[in-house]
């Protein structure tokens, strides 16, 4: 018997942030380098990266801060068509009537925990934006690509986000949601994390797009007492770019989470940042690409399984409630 056909989604796209006070978040999120795209109201605002996403972030007013879900662009608009009518408690398709770029949308509820998540087609993608990056060629020991009278010059200023490249949650019931992640959707796990007794506690998800190459995870979820999201995670030029952003988040008066450091799995250099609210965004550069044809890992939770260099892992970025 065939298998039934799966959803196909082709990459991650945006994000919906909830904020008791919208001022404060947005101070913050220009800060962090998001472009404000669209403001609906004083009580909804659309940001965009300098990517060609038509936005990566919609900011909404609400009584507590939240996650709203993310979102992932879908091949058709049967594949739209197919989540609605195929995964339990799926709205129907609905017009993104305000957001910057239009499109159609389906959201559903996560099986386990109840968190949005939302699937979205025919979005019409905007030019990139033209701002300043770096492209100077590195000096080696041995190795001199700049040459002489070629200075390294730097301006100070937020790290540009590019893109949304990944979110994460903790989940109540890991093979559940797994099965179900696996059973609707073209994902596959590019790596998968074991507990000592050999249970599978944590997924890092990629999707499958064939030959064609694509971030090693766009989606991971870990298995712990309660539900709540880990982070969003935003790609940013290079390890200058994210260093500096680095700083200028810091002498905001931001509260640093854990960073700067390089990850295990995906290889990403890494900077994760509190919002105003406690809820965690990070920038990323560097991250590994993947095809199809790539193998599952498989390893062991421990404590060199998260990163090579950097601070050491601070307790409450992994809490155990």
């Not at 909830?18 to 947005?26: C, R």
């Not at 389906?106 to 087609?121: E, R």
């Not at 609210?277 to 920038?283: D, K, Q, S, Y």
């Not at 991250?287 to 601070?311: F, I, K, M, N």
Request: hydrophobic share 35%.
């Amino acid at each position: 018997m065939a298998e039934p056909r799966k959803i196909q989604l082709v990459k991650i796209t945006h994000v919906y942030y909830k904020y008791p006070d919208i001022d404060k978040a947005v101070a913050f999120l220009k800060d962090f380098g998001f472009t404000e795209e669209k403001r609906v109201s004083d009580e909804k605002i659309y940001f965009r990266g300098y990517g060609t996403d038509p936005w990566v972030l919609c900011a909404i007013k609400s009584d507590k801060p939240e996650f709203g879900g993310a979102a992932f662009v879908v091949e058709s608009e049967e594949d739209l068509q197919l989540a609605a009518e195929t995964i339990p408690k799926a709205s129907k398709i609905y017009e993104l009537e305000d957001a910057p770029g239009g499109g159609k949308g389906v959201t559903f509820y996560d099986p386990v925990d109840g968190f949005p998540m939302h699937l979205v087609w025919g979005q019409t993608p905007v030019p990139m934006l033209d701002i300043p990056l770096p492209h100077e060629p590195v000096n080696y020991p041995t190795e001199k690509n700049r040459p002489a009278g070629k200075f390294q010059r730097f301006q100070k200023r937020p790290a540009p986000v590019h893109k949304l490249g990944h979110f994460g949650v903790r989940t109540t019931n890991f093979a559940k949601a797994y099965e179900f992640y696996n059973r609707h959707f073209n994902f596959i796990a590019s790596d998968l994390i074991h507990d000592d007794k050999g249970i599978d506690r944590t997924v890092f998800y990629r999707l499958n797009r064939g030959d064609d190459p694509v971030d090693h995870h766009v989606f991971f979820f870990a298995e712990g007492g309660s539900y709540r999201v880990h982070h969003s995670s935003f790609e940013t030029h290079d390890f200058d770019t994210q260093v500096l952003g680095h700083d200028w988040l810091r002498e905001k008066g931001y509260k640093n989470c854990w960073g700067v450091g390089r990850h295990v799995l995906g290889s990403q250099i890494f900077d994760y940042w509190y919002d105003p609210f406690g809820l965690i965004m990070e920038h990323y550069v560097d991250g590994d690409l993947v095809t199809a044809s790539e193998p599952t890992h498989r390893s062991q939770a421990g404590p060199g399984s998260l990163h090579v260099w950097g601070p050491a892992v601070p307790g409450e970025f992994l809490p155990a409630e």
